[in-house]
């Protein structure tokens, strides 16, 4: 098993860019998906296999991989993006880890 | 459309065996190359996953749990489900049933596509 470790929160103003980081402990890493969770609502994933957008997902969310470090990235922040973000990933025994969250705030 | 619906006991008390049922409409849990998780959120706290299910019966567990879960299947309900034994206020959450994608393809690849909207477990006696 291992761990993912996010920044707990991120703050942005209207139309920036926000970057939030998922970062592995071991080697090697497996692919990382993202999910957008609002407040009363269940998970939705926003990326997966480390920069793959599922249909219906805006293009301003992206992800990028370097290393043991993925990356959110969301561009031209829109309020509507206010949410808790995870990361997540799986070792090929099947154990699947989420990271602890980041709370990104739209200023 | 995959539709997926967690149901189980408004209140569960602490000791006790907590119970959920996840119902999957819009497609089939037999024969299809898809794990089935259930994953949980304490109030205020992130999500934590509990385990997985394949259709043939094969599971995985969060060793987190020391062996108190355990995910099974019945296919032929098109249903797979979640015992937690011996409760304490620290299993109080909102628990989830996802279905999960997984492969190969350079890197090993797993996630969750398809949510249940959630059902509260509150522990309290």
Same mark, same amino acid.
């Given at each position: 098993?291992?761990?993912?470790?996010?920044?707990?929160?991120?703050?942005?103003?209207?139309?920036?860019?926000?970057?939030?980081?998922?970062?592995?402990?071991?080697?090697?890493?497996?692919?990382?998906?993202?999910?957008?969770?609002?407040?009363?609502?269940?998970?939705?994933?926003?990326?997966?296999?480390?920069?793959?957008?599922?249909?219906?997902?805006?293009?301003?969310?992206?992800?990028?991989?370097?290393?043991?470090?993925?990356?959110?990235?969301?561009?031209?922040?829109?309020?509507?993006?206010?949410?808790?973000?995870?990361?997540?990933?799986?070792?090929?025994?099947?154990?699947?880890?989420?990271?602890?969250?980041?709370?990104?705030?739209?200023? | 459309?995959?539709?997926?619906?967690? $149901? +189980?006991?408004?209140?569960?008390? #602490? @000791?006790?065996?907590?119970?959920? %049922?996840?119902? &999957?409409?819009?497609?089939?849990?037999?024969?299809?190359?898809?794990?089935?998780?259930?994953?949980?959120?304490?109030?205020?706290?992130?999500?934590?996953?509990?385990?997985?299910?394949?259709? $043939? +019966?094969?599971?995985?567990?969060? #060793? @987190?749990?020391?062996?108190?879960? %355990?995910?099974? &299947?019945?296919?032929?309900?098109?249903?797979?489900?979640?015992?937690?034994?011996?409760?304490?206020?620290?299993?109080?959450?909102?628990?989830?049933?996802?279905?999960?994608?997984?492969?190969?393809?350079?890197?090993?690849?797993?996630?969750?596509?398809?949510?249940?909207?959630? %059902?509260?477990?509150?522990?309290?006696?």
């Amino acid at each position: 098993s291992y761990e993912l470790t996010q920044p707990p929160s991120v703050s942005v103003s209207p139309r920036q860019t926000a970057r939030i980081t998922c970062s592995a402990d071991v080697l090697p890493k497996q692919y990382t998906n993202w999910y957008q969770q609002k407040p009363g609502q269940a998970p939705v994933i926003v990326i997966y296999k480390d920069n793959e957008r599922p249909s219906g997902i805006p293009e301003r969310f992206s992800g990028s991989s370097s290393g043991t470090t993925v990356t959110l990235t969301i561009s031209g922040v829109q309020a509507e993006d206010e949410a808790d973000y995870y990361c997540q990933s799986a070792d090929t025994s099947g154990l699947v880890v989420f990271g602890g969250g980041t709370k990104l705030t739209v200023l | 459309q995959l539709h997926l619906q967690e $149901s +189980g006991p408004g209140l569960v008390r #602490p @000791s006790a065996t907590l119970s959920l %049922t996840c119902t &999957v409409s819009g497609g089939s849990i037999s024969n299809s190359p898809y794990y089935w998780n259930w994953i949980r959120q304490p109030p205020g706290k992130g999500l934590e996953w509990i385990g997985s299910i394949y259709y $043939s +019966g094969s599971t995985s567990y969060n #060793p @987190s749990l020391k062996g108190r879960a %355990t995910i099974s &299947v019945d296919t032929s309900k098109n249903q797979f489900s979640l015992q937690l034994q011996s409760v304490t206020a620290a299993d109080a959450a909102v628990y989830y049933c996802a279905k999960a994608a997984y492969g190969n393809y350079l890197l090993y690849y797993f996630y969750m596509d398809v949510w249940g909207k959630g %059902t509260t477990v509150p522990v309290s006696s």
